[in-house]
């Protein structure tokens, strides 16, 4: 047992770019420490101040409310001049560095995220956690969505739901909620594979992808020099985000996941019809320089995770929160 995110410093998340700002450009990048506020409030703030659409905002990837992270936007502001940011600046928001650069700031482009991690309360075996950590640095853990990709209480699977029957709703919210959609289905493809065991093995028909890219390719045959790269963590295997045109799964797998996606047809027909294309997700996550130290019912962690992987999923293989 443990509690996190006890106080937003408990929590502290430093996101890191896989590229480095070219100093000129239409779009200031905006380097922005929050602590206790969400990302898409950010972005209104941003926008209102900087008087632009809020679509003229970008940033990389959705950061928790409930903790200390800094993360990277971008505002489109073509021939006009910097604003004075200092009015924008509180308590719970610090703009740490701004800098031009020519295209805007678009998601998913990070080199992963930094955690530092304080779970107080702690009350669990020390030598069995040690056993846990010690396998999760060398084999992964299931590169679940978090808990927060759904929002408070599953609202925003709810909202998907809502919007494939037609509501109406903000632009803005919209990939939000096809995200949420399509994270939830793949989340039960995951849970299946850890269910049966095979989340990090090699199932016939798998896809996998290479770790630190997007690159993906289907197991033809499988062969020592495969499993070796598969058990270094080299290559992950994939599950399905589901969407138009083909999975690139066949065999077992393709049968395991169109199993899955028959059960939730509405969710289904609504991913279709927002005319998203299908994609994989690694179904494995490798955590870098996980380092760990226990004192009295106080544990600390700090790692270093891919974009797109979540803290709390490696901590639900740990504590119950």
Same mark, same amino acid.
């Given at each position: ?69 800094? !993360? ?24 740490? &560095? ?6 805007? *700031? ?25 056993? !846990? *950590? ?13 808990? !927060?990709?759904? +929002?408070?209480?599953? !609202? ?7 919007? /494939? ?7 803005? &919210? ?28 090699? *199932?016939? +028909?798998?896809?996998? %992808?290479?770790? +630190? ?19 270094? $963590?080299?290559?992950?295997?994939? $599950?399905?985000?589901?969407? %138009? ?20 047809? /509405? ?44 803290? @709390? ?7 119950? @929160?």
């Amino acid at each position: 047992m443990g509690e996190i995110k006890a106080s937003p410093d408990d929590f502290i998340v430093e996101e890191m770019l896989s590229f480095i700002p070219e100093g000129s450009g239409e779009h200031i990048f905006l380097h922005i420490e929050k602590r206790g506020e969400n990302t898409e409030y950010v972005a209104r703030l941003l926008a209102r101040h900087a008087g632009v659409r809020q679509r003229d905002v970008s940033y990389a990837g959705m950061k928790d409310r409930h903790g200390r992270t800094s !993360q990277w936007f971008s505002v489109w502001l073509p021939g006009k001049h910097d604003p004075d940011w200092a009015p924008v600046e509180n308590e719970n928001l610090k703009i740490l &560095q701004t800098i031009r650069h020519a295209r805007k *700031l678009k998601r998913g482009v990070l080199a992963g995220n930094k955690f530092r991690l304080v779970i107080r309360n702690w009350q669990a075996d020390p030598y069995l956690a040690e056993q !846990q *950590l010690q396998q999760i640095k060398m084999l992964g853990f299931p590169n679940y969505y978090g808990d !927060q990709r759904f +929002g408070r209480n599953g !609202q925003n699977l709810n909202a998907a739901m809502a919007m /494939f029957g037609g509501a109406k709703i903000r632009r803005e &919210q919209r990939s939000i909620y096809l995200s949420a959609a399509r994270s939830y289905l793949f989340n039960l493809i995951l849970a299946e594979r850890v269910h049966s065991q095979t989340w990090n093995q090699a *199932l016939p +028909g798998d896809v996998f %992808k290479l770790a +630190g890219s997007n690159s993906h390719f289907r197991m033809e045959s499988m062969d020592s020099a495969l499993l070796e790269r598969l058990h270094s $963590g080299d290559i992950h295997p994939t $599950g399905l985000l589901y969407g %138009k045109g083909e999975s690139g799964a066949v065999a077992d797998v393709l049968a395991l996941e169109q199993n899955i996606i028959a059960t939730h047809p /509405f969710l289904a027909e609504g991913l279709l019809k927002a005319d998203l294309e299908s994609d994989r997700r690694a179904l494995r996550a490798m955590p870098e320089n996980l380092l760990w130290q226990f004192s009295e019912n106080t544990l600390h962690l700090a790692f270093d995770l891919p974009a797109g992987s979540y803290a @709390t999923a490696l901590l639900r293989e740990i504590i119950n @929160t």
